[in-house]
């Protein structure tokens, strides 16, 4: 049996109405460790001890490192999970109670990832958390199972990081004969790598993170994410903090689950009715995860924005007097 389990796949009446379309949603944040991660994560892991592996190391900033602790776990292997300073205390206490070591290490995913790889010893197998085949045939198993229902969106709505999610979803996709369906890739302010890369017509690296939504947090979208940008109609959206932050505690109300900011950003179009949206009368939202999130922290960084946007508009304020 893999790892992950087949998850809802629901029609949100609230979503639907707030958006005035027909909305479905992929529960992909019920997977066991919290997110899609585990798909491509257990069938990368599970190749790998097939092949001998005595050990997964990896690098992440909560739900990657969550679903390679896990699959170790199930798999009764050690795992060595490195994480940036970034990464918030309660993925790190998900993380060893699922008997991972974690190392913190950088500001961003890209410092912890190169640590991680320094690590590697004989027997130990790295797990990427998004630039792998492995990966992207295993995320690829979510569309099979969307495909399997009969659903015809118009439109499928995901979040982007490093770009995993997008790979997977397109090759899914594909060997379903589902190419012409278009992706709305959806990004935070401060984490926009892919769109960023879009504009500028080839894969750009940010110089930091500054969204809250650091599972969005890579620097750079592999290549294959940026690759299939180029050959699938993918359009890309750059959503505020505020909306994300504002999107997860709305879907808590309208669905009792708690999803994190990363989520949040795509959920976002569906709440502020995105033009991104228009022409799209039956829309396919992945509530990608959010195991890492507490509505604690999340009404924190609400506050804090908007604290942040009152001084501005005092300060502007004062600027404008004469």
Known sequence: MPLHIETPLIESRCLGLVSSRSVWLKLEALQPPGSFKIRGIGAACEEHRRAGARRFVSSSGGNAGL??????????????????????????QLLRLEGAEVIVHGPSWQEANSLALSLLAAGDAFIHPFDDPLLWRGHATLIDEIARCGLLPDAIVLAVGGG???????????????????????????????????RAGRVVELAEITS???????????????ACSQTHPVHSVVVSDGAALSA??????????????ACGASLALAYDRSPALAGHACVLFIVCGGATASLARIRAWSRRLRRADGEARQQAGATDEP
Request: glycine content about 8%; charged content about 20%; some cysteine.
């Open 67 to 92: 679903a390679v602790a896990y699959a170790g776990r199930k798999l009764s292997l050690p795992v060595t999970v490195v994480v940036p300073r970034s990464t918030s205390a309660r993925a790190r």
């Open 212 to 226: 809250v939504a650091t599972s969005l947090g890579a620097k750079r979208v592999c290549d294959r994410a940026f």
């Open 164 to 198: 995993g999610l997008l790979a997977g979803v397109i090759e899914g996709l594909r060997r379903n004969h589902l190419g012409d369906i278009p992706v709305i890739a959806v990004e935070t302010a401060g984490a926009e790598s892919l769109h960023r890369s879009m």
């Open 248 to 261: 997860c505690q709305r879907f808590l109300a309208d669905h009792r689950l708690l999803v994190e900011p």
